[in-house]
């Protein structure tokens, strides 16, 4: 095993945590379905929130606006849920699984980048944005297959 200094302490939440995230995760992917792809607006998340900077049919900056709130639930939901399951421990924690999260952050980055730039030189237009808004909820996934498929060799 590579020498990686004090690399065998990381502050892992404890494994238990990952059953929370795994519930918050999947209801932020069902949520993104109903409410970002399916445009589903139910009237119960219709709230009054601050917003920086608000633009529809007019501009609106530092102020309370009326906006349903199905999409940025969802999205909420889905990056807590992701946080929780990258940042906690495994039940049965080995010395290896440390080296495999360094592995797999590395391997996440260069994957992300690597499609990132083909995406942004092979795609015009609308193509291009849709595919910037979905690359960030990619890459969360693309680090849990990397090393949930790496844990085997230790």
């Known amino acids: 095993m590579e020498d990686v200094g004090d690399f065998k302490r990381l502050p892992l939440l404890p494994w238990q945590i990952k059953y929370v995230g795994v519930v918050l995760l999947l209801l932020g992917a069902v949520g993104g379905y109903f409410f970002i792809h399916l445009g589903e607006k ?3 998340l219709e709230w009054n929130v601050f917003t920086l900077h608000s633009q529809y049919l007019s501009t609106k ?23 929780l399951l ?7 924690e080995k010395s290896g699984y440390n080296v495999a999260r360094l592995r797999a952050s ?11 730039v083909a995406g942004y030189l092979l795609l015009h237009g609308m193509a291009i944005i849709v595919f910037a808004a979905v690359m960030p ?4 996934l693309i680090y849990l ?3 949930y498929g790496s844990l085997r060799k230790y």
């Open 106 to 116: 590395y391997k996440t980055l260069l994957i992300s980048m690597v499609t990132f």
């Open 61 to 83: 900056n530092f102020a309370l606006i009326t906006n349903n709130q199905g999409d940025e639930l969802s999205v909420l939901l889905y990056f807590i849920g992701a946080c």
């Open 42 to 44: 139910p009237q119960w």
């Open 137 to 140: 909820f990619i890459v969360p």
């Open 145 to 147: 297959a990397l090393f």
């Open 86 to 92: 990258i940042f906690s421990a495994e039940r049965k």
